[in-house]
């Protein structure tokens, strides 16, 4: 099973980028996948997450400004992200897993991981 995430790469403040993440050697059409971030020195952080009914779930500074998607087997999630700032420089990771609600946020709830893409923002 891999993912494999994309779409990273360089941007001025206010800018949009579009990350994809793509599934191979099963489909995930009953999981969850979602985004986690990680900048230098600062621990993981949860961006988004979908659930295999297609409810999205947001951090607060994604709100309003990320759009987390899915195509209907699973196998390909977007996250297509508007307005960004030089914070949202980070290296974004793609996970699937199945938790439980309220771990939905949390990264030990997933059990498969993408190699992360490179997010930077300059101002």
């Known amino acids: 099973v891999q993912l494999q995430a994309s779409g990273g790469g360089l941007v001025q403040a206010g800018g949009s980028l579009s990350l994809s993440c793509a599934v191979s050697?099963?489909?995930?059409?009953?999981?969850?996948m979602a985004w986690f971030r990680q900048a230098p020195v600062k621990e993981r952080e949860f961006v988004a997450a979908i659930r295999y009914s297609g409810h999205r779930y947001y951090g607060d500074f994604a709100e309003g400004r990320f759009t987390i998607s899915k195509d209907n087997a699973g196998s390909t999630i977007r996250l297509q992200m508007m307005s960004l700032k030089p914070d949202d420089t980070a290296v974004y990771y793609c996970?699937?897993?199945?938790?439980?609600?309220?771990?939905?946020?949390?990264?030990?709830?997933?059990?498969?991981w993408g190699q992360g893409t490179q997010v930077t923002v300059s101002s």
């Open positions: 996970a699937a897993g199945r938790p439980i609600l309220s771990q939905i946020r949390s990264g030990p709830g997933y059990d498969y």
């Open positions: 050697g099963r489909t995930f059409s009953n999981y969850a």
